[in-house]
């Protein structure tokens, strides 16, 4: 167990409406990463964060952006959601040989 | 490009062994993971290899050849709660990230 936690763990959202999804972690990590998981698509890279205000993009960035202001939280939003970012959306952190460890997910549907 | 290849679907009965490839194709390598996802799970950490050779814990072993950009998993003594997707996935030139293949879905039968 990584400590990391996903807020909110299911969440039903309308075309349009903005939605931000919380990965909070209790283990003074400084890498944290957002994937989206899609059958046929396996686990993509949308951002990641190398420390406090530090950000990059991953292959799928487009329609996400993130921030981090305190080392413990790293929050995704999309800022328009559209039916295509349906998806279950994972958050996790770099261990000590580069492998990660994810939170428990965030199941999100766009009507 | 980056490119990790896996077969999509495997079926093993209980007590056998089962072997599932991983070949690669990145800009650099720096290390492989393997990944266990049981459905409606997270993944969860199962293995790493950076040097060519087999690395064994318990039941599971992963194997890696750098040379021919190609790796697997041997799980032994089957039990039905491995049925479960695993992930390959790929750390390329140094950097932080890594890169997943789709996975492959073992089915575990009696």
């Known amino acids: 167990d990584a400590g990391i936690t996903q807020s909110p763990r299911h969440k039903v959202t309308e075309t349009g409406t903005p939605v931000t999804l919380r990965c909070h972690q209790t283990e003074n990590h400084r890498y944290m990463y957002w994937y989206r998981q899609d059958p046929g698509h396996g686990l993509r890279l949308i951002h990641y964060?190398?420390?406090?205000?530090?950000?990059d993009k991953g292959e799928v960035s487009d329609g996400y952006s993130v921030s981090r202001s305190k080392t413990e939280d790293f929050l995704l939003t999309l800022e328009s959601a559209t039916s295509s970012q349906t998806s279950v959306y994972f958050c996790?952190?770099?261990?000590?040989?580069?492998?990660?460890?994810f939170g428990p997910g965030t199941r999100l549907t766009v009507t | 490009g980056q490119n990790i290849d896996q077969p999509t679907e495997m079926t093993a009965t209980e007590g056998a062994i089962v072997q599932i490839n991983c070949t690669y194709q990145t800009s650099g390598f720096n290390g492989l993971f393997w990944y266990q996802q049981h459905a409606g799970e997270a993944p969860t950490f199962l293995s790493y290899?950076?040097?060519?050779g087999l690395e064994e814990k318990g039941r599971f072993s992963s194997f890696l050849s750098r040379s021919k950009g190609y790796s697997y998993l041997l799980l032994k003594e089957l039990q039905m709660k491995d049925s479960a997707s695993y992930l390959c996935?790929?750390?390329?030139?140094?950097?932080?990230?890594?890169?997943f293949g789709t996975g492959t879905r073992l089915q575990v039968f009696p």
């Open positions: 290899n950076v040097l060519d």
């Open positions: 996935a790929v750390r390329p030139d140094n950097t932080d990230k890594l890169i």
């Open positions: 964060s190398y420390g406090v205000k530090d950000t």
């Open positions: 996790a952190i770099k261990g000590h040989t580069y492998e990660q460890y």
